[in-house]
């Protein structure tokens, strides 16, 4: 019978059965590309972020303790790897700014619609861009994967009012660059 408990998986991998890992993260691999896509919003690399956690949960755990679950410590980890990928971009892109200040102008034959909500998402994708490291993580959580506040604590490792009160910052200022965005169109 094969085991369908998470922690059982654990075991079987602290135990020498590297198959047990390969179900584990099976089971996590969809959730944690799209948790790392949302802090990125590029495929290469949310799948380069997804790469590096896989790596990390291979080498730690052997001394997974289960004083959380495994589910929250997966999330730890492609959390901090994600904050850790966006600061190192950052560094990259200021070297390379004449990348940043090419503008290529491409063509589409979207409807109005379409490309009206577009341009809405691209918004929306600057405003969470433009937060500060910890709303970003907070709004990603909350708003896209709807966790609970008790988990992004264990995750974040603070607080659930702090949570809370990035949380609403975090809505606020989205709020108000997309209402300067607004009054900007012609």
């Known amino acids: 019978m094969s085991p369908t408990n998470d922690g059982d998986l654990i075991q079987l991998f602290q135990q020498g059965d590297e198959q047990a890992l390969n179900e584990l993260l099976l089971r996590y691999q969809e959730k944690i590309y799209w948790l790392a896509r949302r802090f990125c919003s590029e495929h290469d690399a949310a799948d380069e972020i997804v790469q590096e956690v896989f790596i990390k949960v291979y080498e730690s755990l052997k001394s997974f303790r289960s004083d959380s679950s495994f589910y929250t410590w ?102 108000e660059y997309l209402k300067r965005a607004d009054a900007t169109r012609p």
């Open 74 to 175: 997966l999330y730890r980890i492609t959390v901090n790897s994600s904050l850790n990928s966006i600061r190192r971009q950052r560094a990259r892109n200021i070297f390379h700014l004449d990348e940043l200040l090419d503008y290529k102008d491409t063509k589409t034959d979207l409807p109005d619609e379409a490309l009206e909500k577009n341009e809405q998402q691209l918004l929306i994708e600057q405003a969470i861009e433009r937060l500060p490291e910890k709303q970003k993580a907070v709004f990603i959580l909350r708003y896209y994967d709807e966790l609970p506040y008790e988990d992004i604590a264990v995750i974040l490792k603070t607080s659930v009012g702090g949570l809370k009160a990035n949380y609403f910052h975090a809505v606020k200022k989205i709020g």
